[in-house]
Each structure stands twice: as structure tokens, then as C-alpha cells.
């Protein structure tokens, strides 16, 4: 019997993930039984969600309970088959964990396309849940159009560095907040968006108000708090707020909702969360775009990499502190 090194969840953490959080464990591995697949991870997705699942109260999906195995979106190979539909070799992605094998029913997985000479790493990156992110929020949620002034928030992470681009490419004036100088550089040089802006160490209300003087019409949010307040603040008439993430909460038990709550009111806002992992979002059509404009060279993204399981707790507070640059994932297996 084949065995896996397993990611154990043992205490939810208070703030920040420490040294109680986890503990790897080596463990049987089953075989599959009728319509499962026995699969050898290779690369885990390390996603801000992964504290939110880590919250008792506040997750939006079903609970961890201490002892599981945590949860995560990872892409391996399948190594053992009972089902016809996954032969052995197949490369597959799915909730599969943060463990180097998993047993698991072969329709909670997804066998991923051949992607040429892009790294393995862009199916959860550009072409996966993350591209899909960017491209659903801003078209589907956020109604994005030509000449528009967009703003995004944590504009250098993975998902709004795709945002950003996006927004370009879709014709916008485009503006994106990031922490310090070296992320507002990789913006306005790299990615050639309008302007950005360091919330660290400027006034982000009043940036905000002398880059976008006509309103802001989409603001991006992904980390919502005191950031989400400034936003509020320079919202034009009718326009739409994304509420895609807000990572400045996920650490923290109680966080001070913006004060300005009445401009969504008086200038006739709306603002509509999502989840990426409900089937309402149009995948395909993402995948295509993305696809097309990384081909055609006009897209870019980084990719921040962990070698070993033992890792992924580390992999995830760097999301909190801003010192990874780009997609992060950890190498297993
Ligand atoms: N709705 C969905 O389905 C969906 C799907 C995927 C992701 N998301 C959300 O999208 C957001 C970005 O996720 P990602 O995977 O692309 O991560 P990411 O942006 O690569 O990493 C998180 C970034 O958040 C910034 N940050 C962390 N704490 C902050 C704080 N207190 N104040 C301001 N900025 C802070 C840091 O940026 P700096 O380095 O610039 O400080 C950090 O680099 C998250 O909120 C996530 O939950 C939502």
C-alpha cells in the first residue's frame, strides 16, 4: 500500500498561522476502489482563502474539523485508476489537499488540457482559478467598459496583476494599490498600468482623489478595510465595486467595516461579492482570453514557488505580508 504525507489541521489558529496549526503526518494511502483514482500531487495552490476555510465561524464552505487533512486546490497525476474516464498518467486538478497522495472519486476531479510550452503552474495561475478570478470580476461582476477608470487593490498579487492587465486590455485607465516601492514599480514599469499607488506609505484617499478626478466607475476590492473605505470615497455615479477578497480581515477576528457606507446609497452604487468556485462563472470564456493574450505575448504573471509540504504554512503567511511576488504555490511529492 502506497502512503502520502499529509498536511493535518490541528488547532484553528487566533491571527496568523504558528507552529500549532499543522502537523505532517505519513499515512496509508487506500487503494481506489470503483470510480476513484489514486493521485500523486505535484504542485499545491496556496490561496488567502485557505485562512478564511481555517476560520471556525466565517468559512464558506463546509467546516474543517482538527485532525483533517487541509483543504487546497492542487494538481498531481493520476498514479492508480478505477475509472475508465482517468486513465493511469492522466493529469488532473481538484480539491485534492495539501498531501502528496489522495484517494478520491474521479468526478471531483478536472483532467486539465495540454497547455504547449506553458509551465504547469498557469492552471491554477493564468489559465485556472485565479485568471478566471480577474476576468469573471471584472466582466461579469464589475461590468467593465472601454474608457472606464478602474482601480484595483492589491494590484501585484496574483489575481490583481492579472486584473490590472486585463483592465488595460480592455481599454481602461487603470489604477492599482500595492505595498511598497518595488510592487508600484513592477506596475507602472512591468505592467505599464496609468498609475499606483504605495498604501504603505501614501494617503491612499488622497491619491485616489487626484488620479481618478472624474470617480472611480469599477473598483476591484480584494482587501477591503480601511482601503475599501478610501475607494468609497471616490466612487463616480453608478459605479460598481467587485468584492472579490478582503484579505486585510482573514487574520483578524473583528475588523472596522468602512464608515462611508452611506455612498453606496447617494451615488447609486452596487457592489456584489462572488465566489470563483461557483458554476455560474464562465470559465471557458476566461481560459480563451487569457490564453489568447498570453500567446500573443500581452499578458504576464508571476509565479512564487515552495519546495515541500513543509512549507505550505510559511507559503501562506507570505500572502499576509506581502513578501512573495506573483502566483504562490509549494512543490510536493
Ligand atoms: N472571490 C473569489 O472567488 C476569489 C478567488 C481568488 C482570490 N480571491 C481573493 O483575491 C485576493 C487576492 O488573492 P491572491 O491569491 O491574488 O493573493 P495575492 O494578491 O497574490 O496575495 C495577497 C496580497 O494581499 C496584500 N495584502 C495582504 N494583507 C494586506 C492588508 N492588510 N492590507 C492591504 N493589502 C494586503 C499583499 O499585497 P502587497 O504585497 O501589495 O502588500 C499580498 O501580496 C484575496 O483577497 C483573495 O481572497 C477571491
Redesign the pocket.
Known amino acids: 500500500m502506497s502512503t502520502s504525507d499529509n498536511l493535518i489541521l490541528r488547532a484553528f489558529p487566533r491571527g496568523r498561522i504558528d507552529d500549532t496549526t499543522f502537523e505532517t503526518v505519513s499515512e496509508a494511502v487506500p487503494a481506489p476502489a470503483a470510480g476513484e483514482v489514486t493521485v500523486a500531487n505535484r504542485l499545491v495552490s496556496i ?3 485557505m485562512r478564511v476555510w481555517l476560520d471556525d465561524e466565517r468559512t464558506y464552505m463546509e467546516r474543517l474539523t482538527p485532525g483533517q487533512v487541509m483543504r487546497a486546490i492542487a494538481i498531481g497525476e493520476v498514479e492508480a485508476s478505477c475509472a475508465p474516464e482517468l486513465p493511469v498518467g492522466t493529469r488532473v486538478l481538484g480539491l485534492t489537499g495539501c498531501r502528496t497522495r489522495a484517494t478520491v472519486a474521479a468526478s471531483s476531479l478536472q483532467a486539465l488540457p495540454d497547455i504547449g510550452p506553458l509551465p504547469l503552474e498557469a492552471h491554477f495561475g493564468l489559465l485556472g ?2 485568471g478566471m ?1 480577474a476576468w469573471c470580476g471584472l466582466t461579469e461582476i464589475g461590468q467593465l467598459k472601454a474608457g472606464e477608470t478602474l482601480v484595483v ?2 494590484a ?5 496583476s492579472l486584473a490590472v492587465q486585463v483592465g488595460k486590455l480592455l481599454g481602461c485607465r487603470v489604477i492599482g494599490i ?3 516601492r518595488d ?1 508600484v514599480r513592477y506596475l507602472r514599469d512591468t505592467l505599464g498600468i496609468d498609475d499606483a499607488i504605495d ?1 504603505r506609505s501614501e494617503d491612499v484617499s488622497a491619491r485616489l482623489g487626484a488620479l481618478c478626478p472624474s470617480g472611480i466607475d469599477v473598483y476591484f476590492d ?2 477591503g ?1 480601511a ?1 475599501l473605505e478610501a475607494a468609497l470615497e471616490h466612487m463616480a455615479l453608478f459605479g460598481r465595486i467587485v468584492a ?5 480581515a482573514y487574520n483578524r477576528e473583528a475588523v472596522a467595516a468602512p464608515r462611508n457606507l452611506l455612498n453606496i446609497v447617494t451615488r447609486r452604487l452596487r457592489m456584489e461579492g ?4 461557483d458554476p455560474r462563472h464562465d470559465g471557458a470564456a476566461a481560459y480563451r482570453a487569457l490564453l489568447e493574450w498570453a500567446a500573443a505575448g500581452r499578458i504576464q504573471y508571476r509565479v512564487h514557488a515552495f519546495d515541500g509540504l513543509e512549507h505550505i504554512p510559511e507559503a501562506i503567511n507570505t ?2 505580508d ?1 513578501s ?1 511576488h ?3 504555490v509549494v512543490r510536493v511529492g
Do not use: E, Q, R, W
Open positions: 490561496d488567502p482563502t482559478h485565479i478570478t487593490s492589491a501585484a498579487g496574483a489575481v490583481g500595492a505595498g511598497g510592487n498604501y480584494n482587501v478595510g482601503i472579490c477578497g478582503m484579505i486585510s462572488f465566489v470563483i468556485l500572502l499576509f506581502g512573495h506573483g502566483k504562490v
